[in-house]
T-cell receptor, first 114, second 112 residues
Framework: QQQVKQSPQSLIVQKGGISIINCAYE??????FPWYQQFPGKGPALLIAIRPDVSEKKEGRFTISFNKSAKQFSLHIMDSQPGDSATYFC?????????????FGRGTQLTVWP | DAGVTQSPTHLIKTRGQHVTLRCSPI?????VSWYQQVLGQGPQFIFQYYEKEERGRGNFPDRFSARQFPNYSSELNVNALLLGDSALYLC???????????FGPGTRLTVT
């Protein structure tokens, strides 16, 4: 059973455009929602994360929007650049269980073309 | 500061063999988690260790085992390898609360 559902599976965006990736979860005990960026042959890199007590968090060109009632959260990449082309994973964890075991979505392959 | 390091980078084994993968966490991090990432999918949780004790185990068979050493480094062992064990094995370290997990580059295991 997939604890975190991610869409779309792939995304093509023009340089300078906005990339939007969506995730949904069912377990209301989740209290931490990170996004990871992974380049081919590399491990996932922590990009940005949010806790459910805020509805939005922004770091540079990356923004997480969080909707607790809908159990959804999304990543927005503003002014997308070719260097942003990578696979993005959303994840969720519950600090009350195994010290933050991460449940990952299936990933979104983002391609930003010039 | 050095990030999470893993060794070896790549490994080729045949079915039935045993493999040991190693991980060194970020300095000051006491928790280590192991994940398996099959091509085209998100990482799947295998184990979490904190202060040398197992704190969590994912849905993996008993062929998978791990341990954490006094210096907080960790080993993942897989016995009786199957073709389906071919994957990227990732190690992540974090402080006690486990919220911010930082991943290493992974070990690419190929079972033939």
């Amino acid at each position: 059973q997939q604890q975190v559902k991610q869409s779309p599976q792939s995304l093509i965006v023009q340089k300078g455009g906005i990339s939007i990736i969506n995730c949904a979860y069912e377990n209301t005990a989740f209290d931490y929602f990170p996004w990871y960026q992974q380049f081919p042959g590399k491990g996932p890199a922590l990009l940005i994360a949010i806790r459910p007590d805020v509805s939005e968090k922004k770091e540079g060109r990356f923004t997480i929007s969080f909707n607790k009632s809908a159990k959804q959260f999304s990543l927005h990449i503003m002014d997308s650049q070719p260097g942003d082309s990578a696979t993005y994973f959303c994840a969720a964890s519950n600090s009350g269980s195994t010290l933050g075991r991460l449940y990952f979505g299936r990933g979104t392959q983002l391609t930003v073309w010039p | 500061d050095a990030g999470v390091t893993q060794s070896p980078t790549h490994l080729i084994k045949t079915r039935g063999q045993h493999v040991t993968l190693r991980c060194s966490p970020i300095s000051g991090h006491k928790s280590v988690s192991w994940y398996q990432q099959v091509l085209g999918q998100g990482p799947q949780f295998i184990f979490q260790y904190y202060e040398k004790e197992e704190r969590g185990r994912g849905n993996f068979p008993d062929r998978f085992s791990a341990r954490q050493f006094p210096n907080y480094s960790s080993e993942l062992n897989v016995n009786a390898l199957l073709l389906g064990d071919s994957a990227l094995y990732l190690c992540a370290s974090s402080r006690r609360d486990g919220y911010e997990q930082y991943f290493g580059p992974g070990t690419r295991l190929t079972v033939t």
